[in-house]
C-alpha cells in the first residue's frame, strides 16, 4: 500500500472541502483547460450531437456544449 506525499494530501483535503461546498465554479476553472485539451484531441465537428450520461459534474459535458455550439435539448 502506498502512501500519499504531504503536498498531495494537502490537495486531497482541500478538493474535498470545495467538492463538499458545492463550488463548481471555483473548481472548474481548473478542470477546464484540460477539458478543452481533451476536446481539441477529438476532433469534434461544428454542430455535432453529444451525449454525457453520469460523467460526473459536467467537467467535459460543458465546455463541450460551448465547443461545439450545440443545442441543449
Known sequence: MSTMTPEME???VR??????AGDYGHFAK???PGALAFLE???IAPGARMLDVG???G???IPA????SC???
Open 10 to 12: 494537502s490537495l486531497k
Open 15 to 20: 478538493l474535498k472541502a470545495i467538492w463538499m
Open 30 to 32: 481548473y478542470l477546464e
Open 41 to 43: 484531441r477529438l476532433s
Open 55 to 57: 460523467c460526473g459534474a
Open 59 to 61: 467537467q467535459i459535458a
Open 65 to 68: 456544449a460551448r465547443w461545439c
Open 71 to 73: 443545442d441543449r435539448r
